[in-house]
């Protein structure tokens, strides 16, 4: 089965700084969601990637699959509190796209 | 904006009694999923639905849970003798197609199940 690694677990970033939180999958990713979950509630969609070399950005956060497409990273510019969140990587298998999830990176911004 | 609902946000029950929770997908979505999340950890797949029927169901999805899609726009999760086990917030998922530009995958907010 497929296994998600995202490191780091949690970041503390002052606002302003820029920060990085990488997924690792154990096989190839054939698509890659990335979401963000406020504690006790839903996910927010964010971002797919599939093809290898794939970036996407959306306001302040860029996603990007490597092109061995084993890892992706999410990077965000000059955080804001309302970045705080728990970020998840997710990573697409089977013929009806289940989706196998990471742990998370819990984020939180210092004003 | 087409959102997923789910109702109710929280529910609590008494060991052993029968649960549903309801989902309504986005409108023209053909894909649908559960997924569960125990607090602090992952969250996990339980099954998906395409097309009036089970496409894929995980070790977690047993014979105490059902999926049922009785009238066009509902999907539902029965859990029909709930262990405190079941505790965890359950997640309604729906997404267009296959292809790449159906491919999202749209979250609900949440059903949180309190087994008592």
């Known amino acids: 089965s497929q296994e998600l690694e995202q490191s780091p677990q949690s970041l503390i970033v002052q606002e302003g700084k820029n920060l990085t939180i990488n997924c690792t999958s154990s096989?190839?990713?054939?698509?890659l969601y990335w979401y963000k979950q406020k504690y006790g509630e839903g996910l927010i969609f964010l971002m797919m990637?599939?093809?290898?070399?794939e970036e996407k950005s959306h306001e302040k956060i860029t996603a990007k699959l490597d092109e061995k497409k084993q890892q992706s990273s999410l990077h965000i510019t000059a955080s804001q509190p309302s970045h705080a969140g728990i970020y998840l990587c997710?990573?697409?298998?089977?013929?009806?796209?289940?989706?196998?999830f990471g742990i998370g990176t819990k984020l939180q911004v210092i004003p | 904006e087409p959102e997923v609902t789910q109702t109710p946000s929280h529910q609590v029950t008494q060991m052993g009694q029968e649960v549903i929770l309801r989902c309504v997908p986005i409108?023209?979505?053909?894909?649908f999923y559960w997924y569960r999340q125990i607090l602090g950890q992952k969250v996990e797949f339980l099954v998906s639905?395409?097309?009036?029927?089970?496409?894929?169901k995980s070790e977690i999805f047993d014979d105490q849970f059902s999926v049922e899609r009785p009238d066009g726009s509902n999907f539902t999760l029965k859990i029909r003798s709930t262990k405190l086990e079941d505790s965890a917030m359950y997640f309604c998922?729906?997404?267009?197609?296959?292809?790449?530009?159906?491919?999202?995958?749209?979250f609900g907010p949440g059903t949180r199940l309190t087994v008592l």
């Open positions: 990637l599939q093809k290898g070399g």
């Open positions: 409108s023209n979505h053909l894909y």
């Open positions: 997710g990573a697409v298998s089977g013929g009806y796209q289940k989706v196998t």
């Open positions: 096989k190839t990713l054939y698509g």
């Open positions: 998922a729906s997404k267009l197609g296959r292809s790449t530009s159906g491919a999202e995958q749209f």
């Open positions: 639905f395409y097309n009036n029927e089970i496409s894929e």
